[in-house]
């Protein structure tokens, strides 16, 4: 089918004005991109592409998409953009199930009304939809303190390639009914499903906050200061170490921790906190959450214009790894941008915006040999294609990879989810 | 089963991994649903994961169905054998491998009794936290086939939250090691999607599990109410006020009288309608300003009284009524049906009712003991299985349970799995075409649907419905 043929059918599930022209991927040329108003259309698009045996690349807004590889072949996108709204929502049972278009920052305002707080609390908030972080299984700034989004992921509605409208889970808190596809699904990158709803467990909005922020310290010093912290008994959201110096090394990294709930709680934990470090900086209250915020979108490399790496280690052996990293980075002359969680043993490199395709692939090899002997991985991020030529953006060697297989072609037996994006070319 | 099979098999595990006579098999005919028998043609107990991926090999060639078990304290018929087949019992797999204190983790083998993982890690400041009621006896393996709960899963989650590695013996015997713990899941989240999966997709041997820190301060409290509501409805607006303790449980007043007749009594005021327990645990400040917030809300809802527990026995005496509540059950009568079904927590006065008014209907006592935080109900029903009457009353009770919570926007099961005894029900739950989708996974996993078949999916589609026999009632 000509590009014509393809945005006219489209146009008769979605109506001319919902197709729409999109990238799938930032270094790509733009597709017909149909935009769905409800499930029943996104199963009619997917029945479509299996009769007429075509390959569809799903996404919420698009974010994510620099983080996987070049399709093997596209025809069309689809976008859940114009899924939104609440399913159902309920405050006193701490749930809401949500449309999967709906952004996060629409669905945190919601949540909000009702007294809780959304986890994950991921960067850009308005540039991406809950379907796009759970299909990324993208965890947030508050991983530390909630864990990551698949754990409160409690049901999903989802669209098979042959356009079946099939459920995972629930709407409740606990429930062990049947498999727990949406784990399946979390994570998968559009190349199982199109999720179209989701249900999500909420946590209380806190009371109060604070960030301590201590600046111009070296590594060894930072992660005392991070050390000291999470010694203590209280109940972080995050405790970050950033740098963002040009090398040579020096003093310079900062170590953010970041507290919130109970006032009386929060109170306790600042002052036991107070005792250990005097923080150069000390956020409270409102302008803890938005100083939160802007460091949350600032210090994740989010957006297209730079690559990056996320690297991750075992947790005993991550300082190591960041050491190594480091060394590795000076070597090459590569500035210095880089966030740290050292209790979720993740390390991410912003990677500078015109960096050579080559120079970039060998440095990516190069870390993950080196995050691979600290028992990590490493995920490279929003790569022009020139620099993931023979370069898995997740890494070729995985586990399981056959039942993966496997898995893809009982649940998409006609091919039609785009292949060769995610992991081993799945 | 044929006797070459048999040697095949004791040429894997020796004597002491093989069981073959009757009499013996007989210990493995039912899980703790026994109500539902079937005796196995053998039992396999491998000591290592090369043992078991032998045998399974074997079993493999040989075209004999397997149900993997553990203690065999599943409650819904899990682990119930199937007529001419195998069960793969890891009650001689119960090695703790390693504890990791430095990344918190311990690598044990799936028959180590959940309790003893926490007795392991204590000296280490440290603790698993699924606790389900049956932990002295229930092993790892078998929570992650059931995806497990306990009192604690409140706050911390159930199995699969904890679970970070797995080596699992596959359908033919070849092993997929998952054993590395990841940050986030390297492809699909082949671990998570195994967690829950009722021994249908393999047999896991060894496992990798997350141990917490065990908190600086922890009050156990209990509060006494004139009525079931009152400790309903203290729940329901603990949760909706966004308090976070770790367990809230209740009792009522016919489980508190079996509980303090037998020898986990544990104090439980027997002139009590209901008894709600509570426990915060954190930072001194964390637990002091949650407790009182909690507090003045079961006051407002009718407490008559509040007892803090002032000593780790006192606490310990108030958790062994709760947890020992099952077993008290016997004194009632000689059986027990535990349903096990969730409810949203904004419903638990009226579905805890509703359950009640339904075992009235059909002549039955009724009792009460739930995780009330996660708003999982426990309606346990006493009764003697001699009597065909009481056991088709007590059936039939079960399904009108099951209907009215789930019409009610709750689900089957929170915590005991699917098993046999929900496989049913789940048509009230998911259409033809999510089931459809369970059968798919399912397929990639174990291609011939030779690993608990006749469980869990009631799809007609799936050889399984056609080709396995409902074991005797």
Redesign the interface.
């Given at each position: 089918m000509s590009t014509t043929q393809i945005e006219s059918a489209l146009a008769q599930i979605v109506g001319r004005a919902n197709v729409l022209s999109r990238r799938p991927r930032f270094d790509l040329a733009a597709l017909p991109c149909a935009a769905p108003g409800d499930v029943d259309e996104v199963s009619a698009l997917l029945k479509l592409a299996t009769r007429d045996k075509l390959r569809v690349l799903p996404l919420g807004l698009g974010s994510k998409l620099g983080w996987c590889n070049a399709p093997e072949r596209v025809d069309f996108l689809l976008t859940t953009q114009r899924l939104v709204g609440a399913v159902s929502h309920?405050?006193?049972?701490?749930t809401i199930a949500v449309r999967a278009g709906e952004t996060i920052a629409d669905l945190a305002a919601r949540v909000e009304r009702g007294?809780?707080r959304l986890t994950p609390d991921v960067p850009a908030p308005a540039h991406c939809t809950i379907g796009g972080v759970v299909a990324a299984?993208q965890?947030g700034f508050d991983r530390l303190r909630f864990?990551?989004v698949?754990?409160h992921v409690l049901g999903v509605e989802a669209v098979?390639g042959d356009g079946?409208?099939?459920?995972?889970g629930?709407?409740?808190?606990?429930?062990?009914?049947?498999?727990?596809?949406h784990?399946?699904y979390?994570?998968?990158h559009g190349t199982?499903c199109v999720l179209t709803e989701i249900a999500l467990r909420l946590f209380?909005?806190p009371e109060h906050e604070v960030m301590f922020i201590a600046h111009g310290v070296d590594l060894a010093r930072a992660l005392d200061r991070a050390r000291t912290a999470f010694a203590?008994?209280?109940?972080y959201v995050s405790i970050v170490l950033a740098s963002h110096e040009s090398p040579p090394a020096g003093e310079s990294w900062a170590v953010f921790a970041r507290l919130f709930?109970?006032?009386?709680?929060v109170?306790?934990?600042q002052a036991?906190l107070a005792q250990c470090w005097k923080p150069s900086t000390l956020k409270e209250g409102r302008t803890a959450a938005e100083f939160a915020a802007k460091f949350r979108d600032t210090t994740s490399f989010v957006g297209t214009e730079r690559a990056s790496l996320s690297v991750?280690a075992?947790?005993?052996r991550a300082p190591a790894l960041v050491v190594e990293l480091l060394r590795a980075l000076d070597e090459r002359s590569l500035e210095r941008r880089l966030m740290f969680q050292p209790f979720?043993?993740?390390l991410d490199i912003g990677l500078p915006s015109a960096m050579d395709p080559a120079q970039l692939a060998e440095f990516a090899r190069l870390a993950r040999g080196i995050a691979t002997r600290h028992?990590?991985?490493l995920h490279v991020r929003n790569a022009p294609l020139a620099a993931l030529s023979g370069l898995d953006p997740?890494?070729g060697d995985?586990?399981?990879?056959e039942?993966?297989r496997?898995?893809r072609?009982?649940?998409d037996p006609g091919g039609v989810f785009a292949r060769g994006r995610?992991?081993?070319g799945? | 089963m044929e006797a070459a099979v048999l040697e095949q098999l004791r040429a894997v595990l020796g004597d002491a991994g093989l069981i073959s006579d009757p009499t013996r098999l007989s210990a493995y005919e039912c899980d703790g649903l026994a109500l539902l028998q079937q005796r196995p043609a053998v039992v396999v107990l491998p000591r290592t994961t090369e043992q078991c991926a032998r045998a399974m090999a074997v079993l493999h060639k040989a075209g004999v169905p397997v149900v993997g078990r553990g203690a065999g304290t599943g409650l819904s018929g899990g682990a119930t054998p199937v007529q001419g087949g195998a069960i793969v019992g890891l009650a001689r797999m119960r090695d703790i491998v390693g504890i990791?204190v430095?990344?918190?983790t311990a690598r044990v083998q799936a028959g180590l009794v959940n309790v003893d993982l926490s007795f392991a890690a204590e000296k280490h400041g440290l603790f698993y936290a699924p606790d389900p009621s049956s932990q002295h006896a229930c092993t790892i393996g078998g929570n992650i086939g059931?995806?497990s709960?306990g009192p604690h899963?409140f706050k911390y989650?159930?199995t699969?939250?904890h679970v970070l590695g797995l080596v699992i013996v596959r359908h033919d015997g070849s092993v997929?090691?998952?054993s590395?713990?990841?940050?986030?899941?390297?492809?699909?989240?082949?671990v998570?999607?195994f967690?829950?999966?009722e021994g249908m997709f393999g047999i896991a041997t060894e496992i990798v599990v997350r141990l917490m820190p065990i908190?600086?301060?922890v009050e156990t409290v209990l509060a006494v109410f004139k009525d079931l509501d009152g400790a309903c409805d203290s729940v329901?607006e603990v949760?909706?006020a966004?308090?976070?303790p770790v367990a809230l449980e209740i009792l009522d007043r016919l489980t508190i009288e079996a509980v303090e007749a037998s020898i986990f009594a544990a104090g439980y005021p027997k002139d009590a309608e209901a008894v709600l327990l509570i426990e915060c645990e954190?930072?001194?400040?964390?637990v002091?300003?949650?407790l009182d917030e909690i507090l003045a809300v079961v006051r407002r809802r009718g407490a008559m009284e509040v007892r803090r527990a002032r000593s780790a026995y006192e606490r310990k005496k108030l958790w062994a009524g709760r947890k020992g509540a099952f077993g008290a059950m016997g004194r009632i009568a000689p059986d027990l049906y535990v349903a096990d079904v969730?409810?949203?927590?904004?419903k638990l006065r009226e579905l805890v009712l509703g359950t009640t008014r339904i075992a009235h209907e059909h002549g039955l006592k009724l009792s009460n003991v739930f995780?009330a935080g996660?708003?999982?109900l426990h309606p346990n029903i006493s009764y003697d299985r001699r009597d065909p009457d009481q056991v088709r009353r007590v059936l039939a009770a079960g399904d009108e349970i099951m209907e009215l919570v789930v019409k009610a926007?709750?689900?089957?099961?929170?915590?005991?799995?699917?098993g046999l005894e929900?496989q049913a029900a789940?048509t009230q739950?998911?259409?033809e075409?999510?089931?459809?989708?369970?059968c798919?996974?399912?397929?990639?996993?174990d291609p011939e649907q030779r690993l608990n078949p006749g469980k869990?999916?009631p799809v007609h589609a799936c050889r399984e419905m056609r080709g396995a026999q409902r074991p005797h009632a």
């Open positions: 309920e405050p006193a049972d701490g007294g809780h299984g965890s864990g990551p698949q754990h098979l079946t409208v099939t459920r995972s629930g709407r409740l808190v606990k429930n062990v009914t049947g498999f727990d596809l784990r399946l979390a994570g998968s199982l209380p909005a203590l008994p209280a109940r709930g109970k006032r009386a709680a109170a306790a934990e036991a991750t075992e947790p005993s979720e043993a993740r028992g990590g991985a997740f890494g995985v586990a399981g990879l039942l993966m496997e898995l072609t009982k649940l995610f992991v081993g799945l | 990791d430095e990344n918190r059931e995806n709960g899963c989650g159930s699969n939250r997929l090691d998952l590395q713990p990841r940050v986030d899941p390297l492809g699909y989240d082949l998570g999607l967690v829950g999966s908190q600086p301060v329901s949760i909706a966004g308090h976070e954190g930072s001194e400040s964390e002091s300003a949650s969730v409810v949203p927590r904004t995780h996660d708003g999982n926007g709750g689900s089957l099961t929170g915590e005991h799995g699917v929900k789940m739950v998911f259409d075409a999510s089931l459809r989708t369970m798919a996974v399912r397929e990639a996993w869990l999916i």
